[in-house]
């Protein structure tokens, strides 16, 4: 028997993927000083308001294009099959630590797929409404109604992203073994057939095919 | 003005100081008496130290061509046939309207970059702007201005600093035929109503007060000949108010949102503490997906002498 870890996540996904978490945590801080008086604070980390307000949307176009290398790497994984429909609707067995009745997955559970696609659209909004708002470049080919809209969209799709990076943060602590998959690369079987069962049979129908073609030759 | 004036300070959640009442001022614009000169534009150019750059003509007398951070107030000629056939030569003197309930301050995030003195002045204090012009989203006037140099945020300070030490404006002070006046907010209605009685028996029907209810009040007003009809004048707004777009951004949303972020952290947390961790446990060791059937004989029990423990019961 292979008791080999799993490779879930290769280098470059894994500098991407932190790349990506290091400019949101610099854009998201740099955003909330400039969205609500109580964090105005935070534009200190950003040497003051006038340097958070001019780094902020190069720390968000920058969060952007590396997110699009996380769409290109990540988006077939995250296609809904047929389970996630009943995965979705046991979701409180899922919140209570049960397995009971709780269907196999793929690579990505439906909760991770809805983040995926929410975070991608998330990101689309920000960056065309943040172009409309960048007041040093663009604000000029716009009107006041559009600038206004774009401002009230960019709040609200910069707060759903924070909830839904709240959410993901968490489960990353929750599931014991995905923190470490970003950080090392490396997952044990047994943590990937518990929880990604389907994608777990893919890996080692692999590597069942692989030792069997090379005991072959 | 001392810093007891202030009485509203942007992206400040705090009370400002209200332990002292002052007498709100206003500047009261007489567009029938105006006469075009641009003195007014001269005179806050002089008294505010600005020289904005000769800029180009565009057909019109509008000159420059539009406010900027250096020009701070502006006639906007408005050529106008009346229902009569005849022509009307609107002028309008165009410049922060100082509101009551200011939307540049509502949409302000910097501290104290914007404030409102107790007498109804609403000033930018370059000193903490931050240049991302949310001032410029929130104005219901289209007032501020960024300025290329600098990029701080700039418009009419309605002379703060002469109406501290009791001067009156700049621009009224110049201005040749009393159209600009200046004054406590009640003596200034008082006057308008005056010049609105005097328009009305001239045959302006519709002459009155510009001083708009959406924004609080303003402490900039205007005597229309046709106050039926603001929009006549260069555009200026029938009834302004701060956008509700803008009112919700820099609204409710702001405290709600927080809320939430700070919910769905501590939902995390006591997620944490109630439900626990998910943990792959040691001995749910996978088999390789092998299609050979494992059969285990219940009677054949395994013990391991290096783990001394309740091997034998187990079943």
């Given at each position: 028997m292979n008791d080999k870890p799993i490779l879930r996540y290769n280098a470059n996904?894994?500098?991407?993927?932190?790349?990506?978490?290091?400019?949101?945590?610099?854009?998201?801080?740099?955003?909330?000083?400039l969205f609500h008086p109580a964090l105005f604070w935070l534009s200190h980390l950003f040497g003051g308001g006038p340097w958070t307000r001019i780094l902020h949307p190069f720390l968000g176009?920058?969060?952007?294009?590396?997110?699009?290398?996380?769409?290109?790497?990540?988006?077939?994984?995250?296609?809904?099959?047929?389970?996630?429909?009943?995965?979705?609707?046991?979701?409180?067995?899922?919140?209570?630590?049960?397995?009971?009745?709780?269907?196999?997955?793929?690579?990505y559970n439906p909760g991770q797929k809805l983040l995926f696609w929410t975070l991608l659209l998330c990101m689309l909004v920000l960056l065309f409404s943040g172009v409309v708002i960048w007041r040093a470049w663009f604000s000029q080919y716009f009107g006041i109604g559009s600038i206004r809209l774009a401002s009230l969209l960019h709040a609200l799709a910069a707060f759903v992203l924070v909830l839904s990076i709240i959410v993901h943060i968490y489960a990353g602590i929750w599931i014991k073994g995905s923190g470490s998959a970003m950080l090392h690369g490396r997952v044990s079987r047994a943590w990937a057939k518990k929880h990604h069962e389907l994608w777990y049979r893919e890996v080692t129908r692999d590597d069942a095919q692989d030792s069997h073609i090379s005991k072959k030759g | 003005m001392a810093s007891q004036d202030i009485i509203a300070r942007s992206a400040t959640t705090t009370p400002p100081p209200s332990i002292r009442q002052q007498e709100e001022v206003a500047k009261l614009i007489d567009t029938t008496k105006c006469i075009g000169c641009k003195a007014c534009q001269v005179a806050c150019s002089e008294w505010n130290e600005l020289r904005d750059e000769v800029g180009h003509s565009y057909g019109t007398y509008d000159n420059p061509h539009d406010l900027s951070a250096e020009t701070w107030t502006l006639m906007r000629f408005t050529e106008h046939e009346n229902a009569d056939g005849n022509l009307e030569w609107l002028i309008r003197k165009d410049g922060c309207m100082h509101c009551a309930d200011p939307g540049c301050l509502k949409a302000c995030p910097s501290p104290g970059a914007i404030i409102k003195h107790a007498n109804g002045i609403v000033d930018f204090n370059q000193d903490h702007c931050i240049g991302c012009g949310y001032c410029i989203t929130g104005c219901p006037f289209n007032i501020p201005r960024i300025s290329q140099k600098d990029h701080k945020a700039y418009k009419c300070t309605l002379c703060s600093d002469r109406v501290a030490v009791g001067l009156e404006p700049a621009c009224v002070k110049t201005c040749p035929t009393g159209a600009i006046v200046f004054g406590s907010k009640e003596d200034m209605k008082e006057h308008a109503a005056d010049r609105i009685v005097d328009l009305k028996s001239r045959g302006f029907a519709n002459a009155g007060l510009y001083d708009p209810d959406g924004v609080g009040g303003t402490h900039v007003m205007y005597v229309l000949h046709h106050a039926d009809q603001p929009k006549l004048y260069a555009g200026l707004p029938d009834q302004p108010v701060i956008s509700p777009m803008v009112a919700l951004w820099k609204g409710v949303s702001k405290p709600l949102a927080l809320l939430a972020m700070g919910a769905a952290v501590?939902?995390?947390?006591?997620?944490?503490?109630?439900?626990?961790?998910?943990?792959?446990?040691?001995?749910?060791?996978?088999?390789?997906?092998?299609?050979?059937?494992?059969?285990?004989?219940?009677?054949?029990h395994v013990y391991d002498p290096g783990k001394p423990g309740p091997g034998e019961t187990r079943p």
């Open positions: 996904e894994r500098s991407n993927h932190w790349l990506v978490a290091i400019l949101f945590i610099l854009a998201g801080l740099s955003g909330l000083a176009l920058a969060m952007f294009v590396f997110f699009l290398g996380l769409v290109i790497r990540f988006w077939r994984a995250n296609v809904f099959i047929g389970n996630d429909r009943l995965w979705l609707r046991r979701i409180d067995r899922v919140m209570r630590n049960e397995e009971e009745g709780v269907p196999p997955i793929g690579k | 501590l939902a995390g947390f006591f997620h944490y503490v109630r439900v626990g961790p998910q943990r792959v446990e040691e001995d749910e060791h996978p088999g390789a997906p092998d299609t050979s059937v494992h059969v285990v004989d219940p009677a054949v």
